[in-house]
């Protein structure tokens, strides 16, 4: 026996967990972008003068 109001009730709460999970995924893809965005903007570092930072006799 299945009464009419808990259905529709049901109903609303899947709806709303779906439009929550999409506005989840939505807010994560935008955080992706901005930071593969932020990371190729940063140049770099120049590797031409690295050997001779490094203390190999040690």
Known sequence: ????GSTSLNYAL???????ANNQQKQEGQAVLQLLESAAAVP???TSSSGSLINTYA
């Not at 026996?1 to 009419?4: K, P, S, V």
């Not at 899947?14 to 929550?20: H, M, N, P, R």
């Open 44 to 46: 770099a570092p120049s």
């Open 1 to 4: 026996m299945d009464i009419q």
């Open 14 to 20: 899947q709806v709303k967990s779906a439009q929550l």
